[in-house]
């Protein structure tokens, strides 16, 4: 079965950090560019980070920057998302989508642009 898989999402306090992770199964991500994106109860999905099929193109949301670091390891087949100081604001399910892109050093935060595939993704709680 051809899907991602998200992981590492948890409950955490203010200022602690998570880092998700993003696993492709049954294809591999080398081709792929990856989002990662998170929708908090009662608003529209948002994208966060993305990374270009090759790693050297990265991009973030203002939101995020300077606190989350995307990264992929191709040799695990497997996309990361590293997240420091959170904040009670980055609360949300984080979801993880893949799509190949005709310019490969691209990458898509864009939420309603069609991706390849999409996880069902993992909850992150920040909250004392």
């Known amino acids: 079965q051809l899907q991602l898989v998200e992981s590492g999402g948890g409950l955490v306090q203010p200022g602690g950090s998570l880092r998700l992770s993003c696993a492709a199964s049954?294809?591999?991500?080398?081709?792929?560019?990856i989002g990662w994106f998170r929708q908090a109860p009662g608003k529209e999905r948002e994208g966060v980070s993305c990374?270009?099929?090759?790693?050297?193109?990265?991009d973030y949301a203002d939101s995020v920057k300077g606190r989350f670091t995307i990264s992929r390891d191709n040799t695990k087949n497997t996309v990361y998302l590293q997240m420091n100081s959170l904040k009670p604001e980055d609360t949300a399910v984080y979801y993880c989508?893949?799509?190949?892109?005709?310019?490969?050093?691209?990458?898509?935060?864009?939420?309603?642009?069609?991706?390849?595939?999409w996880g069902k993704g993992t909850l992150v709680t920040v909250s004392s």
């Open positions: 989508a893949a799509a190949v892109l005709a310019v490969q050093a691209m990458c898509i935060m864009n939420p309603y642009v069609d991706m390849d595939y």
């Open positions: 990374i270009s099929s090759s790693g050297g193109s990265k």
């Open positions: 049954g294809f591999t991500l080398d081709y792929y560019a």
